[in-house]
């Protein structure tokens, strides 16, 4: 009788255990996303502000520091819009976020222009096309209109064309039924907008644009690293990006599950290794900024290591991982022979995911920035309802479901356990 309350008070502390990790996960997610944080991106410092509070949250854990500081400073080239954007087609005033969206390496712009339409009668004739691409399209805004083109591959050759710019024109459409708002380093000289194909109007003969940019050079931002000292020198690296979209106009993007649930899990695992009285290796915690700018910010770390990098026996890094319930995927997996049959193993023995993908090398997150000085990084990310809203503004903490989060904690800390 005694080994079997024993048995049911154990059961009892793990659960609770699991409980109190997915709490404090639920609250770094509803935090970082809320509207105090601006988006987490560069427009009111909302980077920064995120990064002060992780900083309070390392401290909690006492994570111990390199050089004296969590923080690791660097500058950024970013352009902003700050100004509410306007975008007129014909009478009819878009919405922004739900109708279009103005991709940020966009300048100034404020007028009236010509829009001229790539359609299916010009797509189809060689010597139309021709024609169409002799003429001057400075002071016109270009758009595809796909009714009618029963050829969805020249339809999105034609698109990659035609959103590059190559005929000079004042500004490119682009029809999306995907809004996504990004970030941008640099500034083009022409305008790019997102638009939802049921918006577009072939019988609209002009655009009325009015668009205030704000490029900074030299913008200040920080990552933030923390480590737990091991038995050995051999570092296992843990990571994932704080910084989101920000804000465009007066819209914000809350990115809550890109990447506050990201971040949740680094801090979940930071939690679960500061309370071992001892560890095998030595873990190291890193939160980047600058990723939704081009990985800048692991790319940083990854350059100017406060640790020898050659010591990091395996990257985990996170990001998106607060869905599940459509599948699991471990990007670069397959790059490291070891991984992928461990991986596969640990799953097939404790089924912690019915759908999982192992994959080859992927450049979509900050593992890349790992991967290419010869780290063996491991991106892991989850599919789902709530991951089809990433950089818009419905990624909000009531869109998550955390399918896939337990296992994966409960995953990721049996695999550090194998290596």
């Known amino acids: 009788m005694k080994k079997i309350t024993n048995i049911i008070l154990f059961i009892l502390i793990a659960l609770y255990s699991v409980s109190q990790d997915m709490n404090y996960a639920y609250d770094i997610v509803k935090e970082l996303s ?48 700050i100004e509410k954007p306007v975008f007129i087609i014909g009478e009819e005033e878009m919405e922004l976020a739900r109708d279009f969206v103005v991709i940020p ?35 016109s805004f270009i758009c ?72 900074v050079e030299n913008y200040e931002t920080k990552n933030l690293i923390g480590y737990i000292r091991g038995e050995s020198d051999s570092i296992i690296l843990i ?58 910010g692991s790319e940083f770390m990854a350059g100017n290591p406060p640790f020898d990098i050659k ?5 985990l ?23 992928d049959s461990l991986i596969n193993e640990m799953n097939k023995e404790k089924e912690y995911f019915d759908v999982m993908h192992t994959t080859k090398a992927s450049y979509s997150s900050d593992h890349a920035s790992f991967y290419d000085k010869g780290v063996e990084a491991v991106f892991i990310y989850t599919e789902g309802e709530g991951s089809k809203n990433y950089h818009q503004p419905e990624d909000i903490f009531e869109g998550m479901s955390f399918a896939a989060y337990r296992d994966i904690y409960r995953f990721v800390i049996t695999f550090i356990n194998k290596l």
Request: with cysteine.
């Open 144 to 215: 595809i209109d796909s009714t009618g083109l029963n050829n969805p591959e020249l339809y999105k050759f034609a698109n990659i064309i035609f959103s590059k710019n190559y005929i000079g024109a004042k500004g490119i459409i682009e029809a999306s039924p995907m809004l996504k708002y990004t970030a941008r380093t640099y500034l083009d000289d022409y305008v790019y907008l997102q638009l939802k194909p049921e918006k577009i109007k072939n019988n609209s003969d002009s655009v009325y644009i009015k668009i205030k940019n704000d490029f």
């Open 317 to 339: 890094n996170f990001d998106m991982v607060g869905t599940g319930e459509d599948g699991v995927y471990m990007f670069n997996a397959k790059e490291y022979p070891q991984y």
């Open 34 to 81: 809320s509207q105090k944080y601006y988006g987490r991106g560069y427009v009111n410092k909302g980077d920064s502000l995120a990064s002060v509070f992780l900083e309070k949250e390392f401290e909690k854990l006492k994570l111990k520091k390199y050089n004296s500081s969590y923080f690791q400073e660097y500058t950024i080239n970013i352009n902003r819009i």
């Open 311 to 315: 010591m990091v026996k395996a990257m």
């Open 239 to 296: 990571g994932g990006h704080y910084d989101h979209m920000g804000m465009c106009g007066d819209v914000i993007f809350p990115g809550a599950n890109d990447n506050a649930s990201g971040v949740a899990m680094v801090l979940n695992l930071a939690q679960h290794y500061s309370k071992q009285k001892k560890n095998k290796y030595t873990m190291v915690f890193a939160l980047f900024s600058g990723e939704e700018a081009g990985l800048l």
């Open 105 to 139: 390496s966009s300048p100034d712009v404020e007028g009236k222009y010509k829009i001229e339409w790539i359609d299916k009668a010009i797509l189809m004739n060689s010597r139309a096309l021709r024609h169409f691409l002799s003429l001057d399209h400075s002071d």
